[in-house]
DNA sequence: AACGCATAAGTAAGAC
DNA sequence: GTCTTACTTATGCGTT
């Protein structure tokens, strides 16, 4: 019965793209709430993009940490880089 | 007392950046979520960037998105676009 | 000599680098010539946008933009999107 | 004259978006380009990602140069951050 | 009100 | 061949 074939696919399509749609409104959720923290930061008397860039240099550190590639070591020192 | 001043205002700015970086952990993890949705949906044979597309015309308001048509309309028409 | 060896490599790295900055560096003064076009257009009373949108469109080859079309066309009845 | 008007108009968008283009081939050219170093890089025994980390790690220390700001450092310190 | 920036999305290339 | 990762582009947000 392809009736019955369309109306379950279309039914499975339809049940994706709402469970989609719940997480991107909990992500916008929490975007609005990161906001408002930087406002009350604001606020308080703390610049805002500065936060921002605090945020982002401890980010990069971590990531920063596990790259202690020898390879890239190598050619840092090839090309004489520190 | 200048010290405590000091001491209190760093306190303060810590827990503000502690505060972003939890609610961006949060977000990262609603992301990453987002991300297995598509994966399963593609899976079953759907076709992930469309339906990226539905996702994203459902969030346009309907006014907005007839306005957008008919701008793209008429450019089309002016450089003899079909 | 192993010496010899290793600062010819060395060299030969380094060259490869630096035409690749070399490189990169031509690339992004285009991307700023585009990015002024795109605010001439705007000052001459043109949305940048749909610009956008029109040269995306002709780079996509026809048959591609009329499957594309059809598959978005059949999400939308299967959801019952107008 | 209505049709005066449009008729340059249409010209003036037409002139635009074949500017754009224009130059945008010009990027691709140079992407290119680019993608061939990397090629002629491999082709002599070198690691193309490890290259590509390097370029990156330059171009990060340059804009890191500038960024010696004070109210910065201030709160790095505040937050006991090195 | 516009400008530039910063994040987010989409796409394409490379690795396994 | 799939899967992840990086790059490019696009949109929205804060700032001036």
Redesign the interface.
């Known amino acids: 019965m392809e009736q019955h074939h369309?109306t379950a696919?279309?039914a499975?399509?339809?049940s994706?793209?709402e469970?989609?749609?719940r997480?991107?409104e909990?992500?916008a959720g929490?975007?609005a709430?990161?906001k408002d923290?930087?406002a009350?930061?604001k606020g308080?008397g703390?610049?805002g993009p500065?936060?921002r860039?605090?945020?982002s240099?401890?980010k990069k550190d971590d990531a920063k940490r596990v790259e202690e590639?020898a390879?890239?070591k190598a050619?840092?020192e090839?090309?004489?880089?520190v």
Do not use: P, Q, S
């Open positions: 369309d696919t279309a499975r399509l339809k994706y793209i469970r989609i749609e997480l991107e909990e992500k929490l975007a709430d990161i923290v930087y009350e930061a308080a703390f610049d500065t936060i860039k605090i945020v240099l401890r590639d390879l890239l050619y840092k090839a090309i004489g880089m």
